[in-house]
Nanobody, 126 residues
């Protein structure tokens, strides 16, 4: 049973930083692609960043240069370091995992992810 549990969300002012974590269990962690997705109120869920089976990373244009995705294979934890936060980054952030190793595809097609966490809320005030 694959389980993903996010943490680290909160409320910060614009320009601040947060680090999200996703604790993973129940599968062979290193052979999955994993990613962060977000959904703002009234909007569709969108891909933020994906790290594929080989460790390559891909980011949405809106977060390039500000967000960094990484994972600790020894601790089975996925991270998202978010810097220079903007009010438009406000959303529920979800961790997800996929058997596919196609990071670019997964970033743009979140229905390609096989497992999802329940999310952690990020609120950025201006």
């Amino acid at each position: 049973q694959v389980q993903l549990v996010e943490s680290g969300g909160g409320s910060v002012q614009a320009g601040g930083s947060l680090r999200l974590s996703c604790a993973a269990s129940g599968y062979t962690y290193s052979r999955f692609s994993m990613g962060w997705f977000r959904q703002a109120p009234g909007q569709e869920r969108e891909g933020v960043a994906v790290i594929d089976c080989d460790g390559s990373t891909i980011y949405a244009d809106s977060v390039k240069g500000r967000f960094t995705i990484s994972k600790d294979n020894a601790k089975y934890i996925l991270y998202l370091q978010m810097n220079s936060l903007k009010p438009e980054d406000t959303a529920m952030y979800y961790c997800a995992a996929a058997w596919s190793c196609s990071g670019a595809y997964l970033l743009r097609n979140n229905n390609g992810m096989n497992y999802w966490g329940k999310g952690t809320l990020v609120t950025i005030s201006s």
